[in-house]
């Protein structure tokens, strides 16, 4: 293999993760021993059943429920769509989600597809009004409460477990940005995980769905082992998953505590080092490998562009970077500075040398690009 | 129009982000400290980006009106 080692240089777990090293063992003993059809009752179905079983068994052991409430999916995004969707179905009052502003696309594409919208607003630091939220899932045509566990974009973890929600209201929570990294909150009837980030394999979503909730199957149904699942599984990926998972759970004190301490360091550096920067997200209470902060007057195109040529892989939620050409809705509705924006996510192994080197890079990159304006 | 009495309206209407709001920043000192600056914009960031600069830069954002031609509209006052 030439070029240099994956994940160097990738400052963008947020999106991916490269496969966690104890998936890929199991990956590659389970893609020849888990292709058959876990319903046959021959050998090779047999050895697949067990597989499926053991991930499923893995899954729910790492995340703290029950086997019975693991559903494995095609992707996160459609555990998010499988999870919320079956919640409004299952509902006995309307139709209606109550949502935060910055839920997660997959979440505003299931609501606007599936149901009706009510969405209430988040402050400066990403934090959904609580308040609000439990005010309006008291009207009667609210059927489902969606809110993320924490943000994907700034980091900043929502109150989940600490919601009041009346009576029979059931919450949906989108886990994707934090399953495996941080424990599940409580609370939630339903829940959706993806694990192409905490290093399991792309293409496997887990979906949580608890034993007394009201959930229906929002799209046709199959006849899988799993009633919830639709389709042919893909043993050798989750297992491979929920190795991951049972990997990242194992070592994520240690993991969570590095990280933390190194994105402390992104968020001083760069507000002290580069001037007119507005760095967002609540700084304590959030995901421990991720920042975004937003340089004035910079074209944030260009700036990926510039700091890729130089060996640093980072997202932004810039408008000129974006596949709609608008801005991110997360940091519209937070109401900072949406151009100039740089998301930048630890890689498991990220070391203070690795931050380090993408800080002193910084300042001078964001002042060439201005120079280019003449700022 | 009636609208508030701005001193200076800068025609941002084709610049892609982050232009307008550098346009903003560049003709800040064209207008007197508490006299209205304005930036007509279609870049649907401006509507977020304008605001937050104000926060940024001190000034005081006035709010977002229409411009004759019913573009969008971003009306600041200098603050300093």
């Given amino acids: 293999m030439t070029g240099p080692a994956p994940g160097v240089g990738d400052l963008d777990s947020a999106s991916s993760a490269p ?8 990956l590659l003993a389970a893609l020849d021993r888990g292709y058959a ?11 697949a059943r067990l597989l499926l079983d053991n991930a499923r068994e893995a899954t729910a052991d790492a995340l703290g429920v029950r086997a019975d409430e693991v559903t494995f999916t095609p992707t996160g995004t459609h555990a998010v769509h499988l999870g919320l969707l079956g919640l409004v179905r299952g509902s006995r009052r309307g139709d209606t989600v109550v949502h ?28 959904v ?24 974009e700034v980091g900043t973890v929502q109150p989940v477990g600490e919601l009041e929600l ?7 929570t989108d886990a994707c940005a934090s399953m495996g990294r941080l424990p599940l909150p409580s609370g939630w009837a339903a829940a959706a995980g993806s694990a192409h980030k905490w290093g399991g394999p792309a293409a496997v979503g887990v979906l949580l769905v608890r034993k007394r909730a009201r959930w229906r199957n929002p799209f046709p149904g199959d006849d899988r082992i799993d009633e919830r699942s639709t389709g042919f599984e893909n043993v050798p990926a989750v297992l491979a998953a929920a190795a991951a998972l049972q990997a990242v759970v194992a070592e994520r004190d240690e993991v969570n505590t590095r990280h933390h301490a190194l994105i402390d360091v992104v968020r001083r550096r760069v507000a002290a080092e580069v001037p007119d920067v507005e760095v967002v997200g609540d700084p304590v209470r959030r995901l421990p490998h991720l920042v975004t902060f937003s340089c004035l007057y910079v074209d944030g195109e260009a700036l990926v562009t510039e700091l890729d040529r130089r060996g640093f892989g980072i997202a932004s939620g810039s408008a000129c970077t974006a596949s709609t050409l608008t801005p991110s809705h997360v940091l ?5 500075l949406t151009h100039g924006n740089v ?24 002042a060439e690009i201005r120079a280019r304006v003449g700022m | 129009m009636s609208g508030p009495d701005v001193a200076l309206e800068l025609d941002c209407r084709d610049l892609p982000c982050p232009m307008p709001v550098i346009e903003l920043a560049r003709h800040l000192g064209d207008v007197e400290v508490g006299e209205l600056l304005a930036v007509v914009a279609h870049d649907p960031a401006a509507a977020v980006d304008v605001p937050a600069w104000c926060r940024m830069k001190a ?22």
């Fill in chain 1, 129 to 152: 009004h609580d308040g609000d939220l439990v005010e309006a899932a008291a009207s009667p045509e609210v059927g489902v409460v969606a809110l993320q566990s924490a943000n994907h």
């Fill in chain 2, 59 to 80: 000034q005081d954002y006035v709010g977002e009106d229409l411009a004759d031609d019913g573009a969008p509209r971003y009306v600041v006052r200098r603050l300093g």
């Fill in chain 1, 100 to 127: 935060s502003a910055v839920e997660h696309s997959a979440v505003r594409h299931a609501v606007a597809w599936g149901a009706r919208a009510a969405e209430v607003g988040v402050r400066g630091d990403g934090r």
């Fill in chain 1, 19 to 26: 496969l966690h090293p104890a998936a890929r063992e199991v």
């Fill in chain 1, 37 to 47: 059809d876990p319903r046959r009752l021959h050998r090779a179905g047999r050895e």
């Fill in chain 1, 343 to 366: 998301r930048l996510s630890l890689q498991r192994d990220a070391s203070r040398a690795d931050v380090d080197a993408f800080c002193d890079v910084l300042p001078g990159l964001v």
């Fill in chain 1, 332 to 336: 519209e509705a937070m109401g900072v």
């Fill in chain 1, 166 to 172: 009346p009576n029979d209201v059931p919450l949906f």
